[in-house]
């Protein structure tokens, strides 16, 4: 018996049907980031491990458990990237962008890769679109990525966004108040799951995004970095909001959101889709001010997002739809006899960029016209033995009767 192959677990293939909203997606951040002077770069797949370990952080999830990673055949250690800033900020560094004006606008897009549990909304290989902006520490740099991020998913019409706002501090805040956070979980630590109490040394804020019922409970009473800010943050930090209330962005003021990267630093956001039950996170990300110089460079502020484009197209899909229609525009009906000359009728639709179809299965005349039903065709052309054309529109049923020779320029005016 033949063996039948299927895609890895974790994956999936994105077949014809669902690629209009995942262009769509993929437009419409381009489109906004472009116009905000944001430059497009793309980063290799894989990179060094080493990159990943030190820039995302040796204790989180992905470095300890995630990581898809392998020997080349010169012995070297090469991961498969799991998130994008690093390798963002490692390009920062090798061209020398520290020598151009700051701060540097970039983006980028493509697949990642994560070794989870698969579940709906989250795969082992998966695709973001990331936006960083390197080089200010102004909270404006905050508040026009959480603007544009807001403003992306608004166009696109996702359903029950919600916006989760917190602040880590710097490393300095940061540290003491991990000393008191760590004190406090060892008082109960017989509450708490063994990965917590494990944990308790190395990241003790991954407390906050337990689901063990005893561990939630314990954290309901911890102390929050948010009460701890000094004066620098909590001014950064309040600035940022006042941004954002200015630019009229609801947000949720959440003092337990710590995301799952150790190189965040003050404002860190998400941006949520409750109908999508456990997975509901559509993007996210804040401030890494001291990840290039973990990287080996100069102390250089940044600031980042990711969008999941995996989850914003499942949340589309939830809501009725994905937002677009991928339709044809015309749609060429031969009758028997006329089938060479609607191939020259598409050509020529085509390439005056109309987008046209035709059939291609022998279908009889009643067939084809619920082919250009089927495939969404705004018009259909009716070519028939005595050299006449008929264009009907599939929307309201009306027909008229058009001049061959003046196809091209009576469609485009449609």
């Known amino acids: 018996m033949t063996e039948k192959f299927k895609a890895p677990r974790g994956t999936f293939d994105v077949l014809p049907e669902q690629q209009s909203v995942r262009r769509r997606i993929a437009e419409v951040a381009r489109r906004r980031l472009e116009a905000a002077g944001y430059g497009r770069m793309d980063t290799p797949i894989f990179e060094d491990t080493n990159l990943f370990a030190r820039g995302v952080g040796e204790s989180t999830d992905i470095v300890q458990k995630q990581m898809f990673t392998f020997e080349d055949q010169g012995g070297r ?158 001014e950064h930090f309040d600035a940022v909001r006042r941004l954002l209330d200015r630019n009229e962005v609801e947000y949720h003021l959440d003092p337990t959101l710590v995301r799952g990267l150790d190189y965040y630093t003050r404002t860190v956001f998400e941006f949520e889709c409750e109908r999508l039950g456990a997975q509901s996170g559509i993007g996210g990300g804040g401030r890494y001010d001291g990840l290039i110089e973990q990287l080996g460079g100069p102390p250089t502020p940044g600031c980042g997002w990711a969008l999941g484009v995996d989850r914003v197209a499942l949340a589309l899909q939830k809501n009725g739809g994905d937002g677009v229609k991928a339709r044809i525009g015309v749609f060429v009906v031969a009758e028997e006899g006329e089938r060479d000359r609607a191939l020259n009728v598409v050509t020529e639709l085509r390439r005056a960029d109309i987008p046209a179809d035709l059939d291609l299965a022998g279908r009889a005349i009643k067939g084809q016209m619920k082919q250009a039903d089927r495939v969404g065709a705004r018009h259909a052309l009716i070519l028939s033995a005595d050299a006449k054309a008929t264009l009907r529109d599939m929307g309201s049923g009306e027909e008229r009767e058009i001049d061959p020779a003046t196809l091209v320029e009576t469609l485009s005016s449609r």
């Open 77 to 234: 250690s090469l991961t498969l990237r799991p998130e994008a800033t690093a390798s963002v900020c490692r390009a920062y560094l090798e061209h020398g962008m520290q020598q151009l004006a700051q701060p540097v606008k970039l983006w980028t897009d493509g697949p990642f890769f994560r070794h989870e549990r698969p579940q709906a909304g989250r795969y082992r290989q998966f695709t973001q679109i990331n936006a960083e902006g390197i080089g200010s520490d102004s909270p404006l740099v905050d508040a026009e990525m959480i603007l544009l991020a807001h403003d992306t998913l608004a166009e696109l019409r996702v359903p029950d966004v919600r916006l989760r706002l917190g602040s880590l501090g710097t490393p300095a805040t940061r540290a003491a108040y991990l000393d008191e956070l760590r004190d406090y979980l060892r008082s109960h630590e017989r509450d708490l799951s063994e990965e917590v109490v494990a944990r308790i040394d190395v990241n003790p804020l991954r407390a906050f995004d337990a689901d063990h019922e005893g561990t939630r409970r314990v954290m309901d009473g911890a102390p929050t970095l948010l009460e701890r800010l000094d004066q620098a943050d909590a």
